[in-house]
């Protein structure tokens, strides 16, 4: 198969709608992107560690004030959103969105330990066609130092571009504002690929008003980086 072949794969699954897309880390970030991208119609499967969030995602109560609980009750009552802890679904999942936690050590360098431990379960259920997009605030090199090489760790000689693709996409998510929201703040997407950043592109772009592509991975992240205290 061809890269045009998975990369054209994805596409028609944008397209109408059948990609199922699963979100990594329901907090302040991932909850709401997990709420828009069911909105624009696909089957959202939420992913977190912490059972209390999964459990109040199943009785359609919302703990982030962005997101009002009928709106999310909504989207779990069609069930067009779920919850789980199980990573093993993402064995059925064709694009994932990682919005885990990288809060800054003493030293001013953020915590990848999260992101690490979650690419980790990724390669494990890693796919032809899937799309990975890193959301977490780091630093630049991250996406194709620390996460690339553990998506091909599992032996599958998976070659990225071709047979998966991935992103970088900061967040930039400002709690409580009630004007620039998830879905209106345009969303910079910087690609390891030209195949990569076009299905990272076509996705978000299917739920999120403006898109600014970048030539990327490390262009993208530079972007999130400002938040990271640099020198002495
Ligand atoms: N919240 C903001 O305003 C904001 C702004 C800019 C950047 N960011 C960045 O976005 C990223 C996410 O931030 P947030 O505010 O949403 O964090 P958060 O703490 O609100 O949410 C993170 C979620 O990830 C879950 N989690 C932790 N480890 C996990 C794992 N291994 N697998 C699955 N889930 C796991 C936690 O239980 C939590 O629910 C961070 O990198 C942060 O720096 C956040």
């Known amino acids: 198969m061809t890269e045009m072949h998975y990369l054209s794969q994805f596409l028609e699954k944008i397209e109408t709608r059948d990609a199922q897309v699963s979100i990594i880390g329901l907090g302040y970030v991932g909850l709401p992107l997990a709420v828009v991208f ?6 959202v499967v939420g992913i977190d560690v912490d059972e209390r ?21 909504r989207l ?20 994932i969105s990682i919005c885990v936690p990288t809060p800054l050590r003493k030293t001013g360098d953020p915590d990848i330990s999260y992101i690490i431990s979650v690419a ?6 890693i796919h032809p066609g899937m799309l990975v997009v890193l959301e977490s605030t780091t630093y630049p090199g991250t996406t194709t130092e620390v996460i690339l090489p553990r998506l091909r760790e599992d032996g ?33 997407m910087g690609g390891v690929t030209p195949a990569c950043r076009q299905a990272g592109r076509a996705l978000y772009e299917s739920a999120i008003k403006q898109i600014v592509p970048v030539s990327s991975t490390e262009a993208a992240e530079m972007v ?8 002495p």
């Open 224 to 231: 999130s980086c400002w938040r990271i205290p640099f020198g």
């Open 156 to 188: 599958s000689n998976l070659k990225v571009g071709e047979h998966f693709f991935l992103c970088f996409s900061p967040e930039r998510v400002d709690p409580g504002r009630q004007d620039w929201t998830t879905l209106n703040t345009p969303k910079v």
């Open 76 to 95: 779990v009552v069609d069930g067009q959103l779920v919850a789980t802890t199980d990573f093993a679904v993402l064995a059925r999942c064709d694009a």
């Open 38 to 43: 069911a909105e624009a119609g696909y089957r």
């Open 120 to 125: 980790e379960q990724i390669a494990r259920h």
């Open 53 to 73: 969030k999964v459990d109040a995602i199943h009785r359609g109560e919302s703990y982030i004030e962005d997101i009002p609980s009928e709106r999310l009750r």
